[in-house]
């Protein structure tokens, strides 16, 4: 049971930093200008539902299409854990801020689907991670689990995004940026946690 705790808890912080609920907030709002509250639930909601569908599918089949193509599943593993190593990187020096508000200039009229949904909630970083993790549970509770936590960690950013305004001037920017760092430095202790079960389930070491 304590395993099973220590999984759920793991999950959780990795989906929450990569999918990053808070960072989101200026970007929503940067996307929907004007609008009223009604429309920026709307669009709230239909990117959370699009979100949560596209990282279901790769939860559900990434394992498979990743054995179809012959990769397996360490060597997915030590490739995520880099690529989440990356993202905290770009977190810690807000890179990752710079180029997801360049992102927010693509669309203007629906930013539902692009650029909310895709990149900016399941971007590549959320994909991996729902592979890793489901790649990581025995049973089909745990890969059950690891979509409750995903679906409850997306619904979080849509509650952040209901009261976008008002917590972002709570916030300020001082405080957007010190939540960033610090989620970028745990980030990177789980993405070099992935690296090194990967090594291991390579039986390069024990």
Same mark, same amino acid.
């Given at each position: !049971? /304590?395993?099973?705790?220590?999984?759920?808890?793991?999950?959780?912080?990795?989906? *929450?930093?990569?999918?990053?609920?808070?960072?989101?907030? &200026?970007?929503?709002?940067?996307?929907? &200008?004007?609008?009223?509250?009604?429309?920026?639930? =709307?669009?709230?909601?239909? #990117?959370?539902?699009? =979100?949560?569908?596209?990282?279901?599918?790769?939860?559900?089949?990434? /394992? #498979?299409?990743?054995? *179809?193509?012959?990769? %397996?599943?360490?060597? *997915?593993?030590? #490739?995520?854990?880099?690529?989440?190593?990356?993202?905290?990187?770009?977190?810690?020096?807000?890179?990752?801020?710079?180029?997801? /508000?360049?992102?927010?200039?693509?669309? /203007?009229?629906?930013? %539902?689907?692009?650029?909310?949904?895709?990149?900016?909630?399941?971007?590549?970083?959320?994909?991996?991670?729902?592979?890793?993790?489901?790649?990581?549970? %025995?049973?089909?509770?745990?890969?059950?689990?690891?979509?409750?936590?995903?679906?409850?960690?997306?619904?979080?950013?849509? =509650?952040?995004?209901?009261?976008a305004g008002p917590l972002e001037k709570v916030l300020g920017r001082t405080g957007t940026v010190v939540i960033t760092?610090?989620?970028? !430095?745990?980030?990177?202790?789980? %993405?070099?946690?992935?690296?090194?079960?990967?090594?291991?389930?390579?039986?390069?070491?024990?």
């Amino acid at each position: !049971m /304590e395993i099973e705790t220590a999984f759920l808890i793991t999950a959780f912080a990795t989906l *929450f930093v990569v999918i990053d609920p808070p960072g989101l907030i &200026p970007l929503f709002i940067a996307l929907t &200008p004007g609008m009223s509250s009604a429309q920026r639930r =709307a669009i709230g909601l239909r #990117a959370c539902l699009v =979100a949560i569908t596209i990282l279901t599918l790769f939860g559900l089949l990434g /394992e #498979a299409v990743l054995g *179809f193509i012959g990769i %397996s599943m360490p060597a *997915f593993r030590i #490739a995520g854990g880099i690529l989440l190593f990356l993202t905290a990187l770009d977190m810690l020096f807000e890179r990752r801020t710079q180029r997801r /508000e360049g992102q927010t200039t693509v669309h /203007e009229h629906d930013p %539902s689907v692009f650029p909310l949904a895709i990149p900016l909630i399941s971007g590549p970083g959320a994909i991996a991670t729902m592979i890793l993790l489901v790649g990581q549970s %025995s049973t089909w509770q745990g890969v059950v689990a690891v979509h409750l936590v995903m679906i409850f960690v997306v619904s979080l950013g849509f =509650a952040l995004f209901l009261v976008a305004g008002p917590l972002e001037k709570v916030l300020g920017r001082t405080g957007t940026v010190v939540i960033t760092r610090l989620l970028g !430095m745990l980030l990177a202790a789980l %993405s070099v946690q992935f690296v090194i079960d990967g090594i291991k389930g390579t039986g390069l070491i024990g």
